[in-house]
Every structure is written in structure tokens, then in C-alpha cells.
């Protein structure tokens, strides 16, 4: 007897002839086509599971800007899943199926970098890919460096030592890690948690850009030398970049040290809280 077609997969010759090793699924080894692959399996899930409608993108927020939402238009599961389907089989790149929802579009991405193999060395010696987390609209994001040991084993940035004092100044500002996003300019552990070399950083680039205009924050906030020189394209150090204001394609950026600086460090505490009494300063919401 014929195996039942599964749904939503490539049936048929053209199926056959894609991969000629599973049966009417197209899984060509590529890391497009991975992406494809998954986001149809969690779309397929959602709907498995009882969800009928996502939200759409058009009827959200625009968390950066306070634009009035337009009229929200959801869509129906089926319709999000017969979307991708005929998207794939055309050949359209998967970043085109995720304009209904930025989370929806973060999680799709997030499955694309934990795909990633750019980087030999950290590929091979990596846990677990670390992506963000965070509210995907959050006003003000905090970027990092790279994932330590802790946070290579949880799969979460931020949730060792400096992580805990990371939340420490959250509370200080009256902030919440659900009320921010926080991410690294590395997605990898660096072995021995060295500096990231510059052509990891090069690699990671396109993954943090995506994501920050997936977010759209107002706000960020570059915790060290290594996440402000990145994302600013600077060689100045930290010392110099810190206390002002800087711009990132129209985002106000605030520099100040790395939190497993100041645990080494303690007396450089006091300026990370100036630079934080200016950075809430700039959002309207003073901590004086």
C-alpha cells in the first residue's frame, strides 16, 4: 500500500526528484531549505494543537515609533500554512513568509541560527545556538558580546554571574528583563570565552541586524568595548564612548561597561550607573 501523503510537503515526482531519499518531502541540504522545513513543522504544530488565527504584523504596534496600529487583519492558520507551501515550492526566500508577526519572524530567524555553520570553530565546539530573549518590541535592547559557558548551557544570554547583576541594574532602572530585549553580537560560544574574532562578528552581523530591525528598538544599550566597537564600527574605547549619546541608524545608543567588567572591577560600578541615570534620562523616565 502507498504511504499517505504527510500534508503540506512536496509531493510526487518533483518531490522525488529533489531529494530521492524521504518520500515526497523536498529536503535539499541546504540551510534555506532547512528553514523552509521547520517553519512549515511549527506552523503545522500550531495548527495541530488548536491555533486558528496568528496575529497580524499590519495590526500591531509599531513599538519604535508609537505609530497608530492599522486595522488588524488575523490570519487564519491555514491560510499562514498554505502560504509558506506554495512560497517554498516557487522557490521564494523564507524571510518573505514572516510578515505575520515580528515574533513569528524572530522565531523563524532563530531557526536559522541555530542552523549556522559559518563559523567552523564555534560550530563544532557550540552547546546550543544563544538568540535573544526578551519583548520582541521592546523599546530598549542590551547587547553583549558573546555567550559565556552558563549561558551556552541554558541557551539564554545574560544568566551567569554578570547576568545576575545585569538584573540587578534592571531593577535599579525599574526594569524588568520581560520589559527589554537582550542579545549578543555573537550567536556561539567562543571557546575559552575569548574575544570574538572579527570575521565571527562579520558572520554574526547580518543575524543582529535583522533582529534589531525585527525590534525595532528606540534604545540600546552596548554592554563592554566589544559589543559598542561592533555595533558602532569604532575602535574607541570604552572609557571614551561611554557618557554620551551615540546614533545607530537612527537609534539612541548608550555605552557602558560590561557587567563581568565591574565583578572584576567593582569601583567602576558608579560610572555604569551614571550611564544608566542618563540612558533613563533619555527615555523619560529618570531614576535621580
Known amino acids: ?71 488588524e487583519r488575523p490570519a487564519s492558520t491555514a491560510s499562514v500554512l498554505e502560504e509558506p507551501r506554495q512560497s517554498v515550492e ?46 520582541p518590541n521592546a523599546k530598549l535592547c542590551f547587547l553583549g558580546e558573546a555567550p559565556g559557558a552558563d549561558e551556552d548551557r541554558v541557551g539564554e544570554p545574560f544568566v551567569g554571574r554578570a547576568g545576575q547583576l545585569l538584573n540587578k541594574i534592571l531593577e535599579a532602572c525599574k526594569l524588568r528583563r520581560e520589559d527589554v530585549y537582550i542579545l549578543n553580537i555573537l550567536k556561539c560560544r567562543p571557546p575559552g570565552n575569548r574575544n570574538p574574532a572579527p570575521d565571527e562578528s562579520q558572520n554574526c552581523r547580518r543575524f543582529l541586524n535583522r533582529q534589531l530591525e525585527l525590534i525595532e528598538p528606540e534604545f540600546i544599550c552596548c554592554l563592554g568595548a566589544v559589543a559598542a566597537q561592533n555595533l558602532l564600527d569604532t575602535t574607541e574605547t570604552i572609557g571614551r564612548l561611554r557618557g554620551r549619546i551615540h546614533d545607530y541608524r537612527g537609534v539612541k545608543v548608550i555605552c557602558t561597561y560590561h557587567p563581568a567588567y565591574l565583578l572584576r572591577n567593582p569601583s567602576a560600578k558608579k560610572q555604569t550607573w551614571d550611564d544608566m541615570k542618563l540612558l533613563m534620562r533619555e527615555m523619560g523616565t529618570p531614576v535621580e
Do not use: W
Open 1 to 71: 500500500m502507498a504511504e499517505p501523503a504527510r500534508p503540506g510537503y512536496l509531493q510526487g515526482d518533483a518531490g522525488r526528484k529533489l531529494t530521492g531519499t524521504r518520500k515526497g518531502i523536498a529536503v535539499a541540504n541546504t540551510p534555506t531549505n532547512r528553514i523552509k522545513q521547520a517553519l512549515r513543522q511549527h506552523l503545522e504544530s500550531l495548527e495541530a494543537a488548536g491555533v486558528r488565527q496568528l496575529p497580524s504584523a499590519d495590526g500591531a504596534l509599531n513599538a519604535a515609533s508609537n505609530r497608530p496600529a492599522r486595522a
Open 90 to 135: 516557487a522557490g521564494h526566500d523564507v524571510m518573505s513568509l514572516t510578515g505575520h508577526s515580528d515574533a513569528l519572524s524572530l522565531a523563524v530567524l532563530q531557526q536559522e541560527v541555530a542552523l549556522c555553520t559559518r563559523c567552523g570553530e564555534l560550530a563544532s565546539t557550540r552547546t546550543q545556538t544563544v538568540f535573544g530573549v526578551g519583548d
